[in-house]
């Protein structure tokens, strides 16, 4: 039987009536703003399932604001995310949809637009207690809840990746908390999640990212 701490249970400090629709939903939008480039013109939020029946009664629109600028889950600015958002000139919408099958009730697409024409975007779900998984980057299924700062890497199947990554955080004395690859069979491409104790410092996480063999490499720290 798995056992839960009082945290799980009880939910976290937080500003809004539901731990599920208000602070998770700060919580993804925050790890999102981490994960995307800043520099964006406009950010769309996709609701899906229960957010997109209750967000605005369950204050989940502006859990999301707040997430997206920055706000703690008991930041109390977060009763005034639209006011602030406009006064910070943020171009947002809201947008109810159905994202297909297999998402949990409480997941939201966000998606950021940028100047040049590029979005990118990241799908989470609020699972329960203030807890979130990010599942989905740019197209790339994953797995991981935000807890730890996090490399991701996506590449072509082939071998040593995942030794070259062990290696350079061993030598610098990190200590890995969680590996998880994901392989498409069909295109043959690879998506590695790393999980450490402690926040990388700049010039690891430069050695670490910039290789030619990465389709894509971030470090999301939480």
């Not at 920055?70 to 639209?82: A, V």
């Not at 100047?115 to 994953?142: F, M, P, R």
């Amino acid at each position: 039987m798995k056992e839960y701490s009082s945290f799980e249970i009880l939910g976290p400090i937080m500003v809004g009536p539901s731990s599920s629709h208000t602070a998770g939903a700060c919580k993804i939008a925050r790890v999102a703003a981490k994960i995307c480039p800043d520099n964006y013109d406009k950010v769309e939020f996709y609701l899906h399932g229960s957010f997109a029946h209750t967000y605005k009664g369950h204050g989940t629109d502006k859990a999301l604001l707040g997430g997206i600028m920055g706000f703690e889950t008991y930041d109390d600015s977060l009763r005034d995310s639209y006011k602030i958002a406009d006064e910070r000139g943020l171009n947002f919408s809201f947008i109810p949809c159905d994202l297909g099958e297999g998402f949990h009730p409480n997941t939201v697409k966000i998606k950021f637009l940028y100047h040049d024409g590029s979005s990118e975007y990241v799908i989470g779900s609020s699972i329960g207690g203030g807890n979130i998984v990010i599942v989905n980057i740019n197209g790339i299924k994953i797995e991981f809840d935000g807890k730890y700062p996090t490399l991701l890497f996506e590449y072509n199947e082939q071998k040593g990746v995942i030794a070259r990554v062990s290696t350079i955080l061993s030598s610098n004395d990190y200590n890995i908390e969680s590996i998880n690859t994901e392989k498409d069979d069909l295109i043959q491409k690879v998506t590695l999640t790393v999980e450490v104790d402690t926040k990388i410092d700049d010039k690891v996480v430069k050695e670490l990212t910039e290789d030619s063999r990465y389709l894509i490499a971030k470090y999301v720290e939480v």
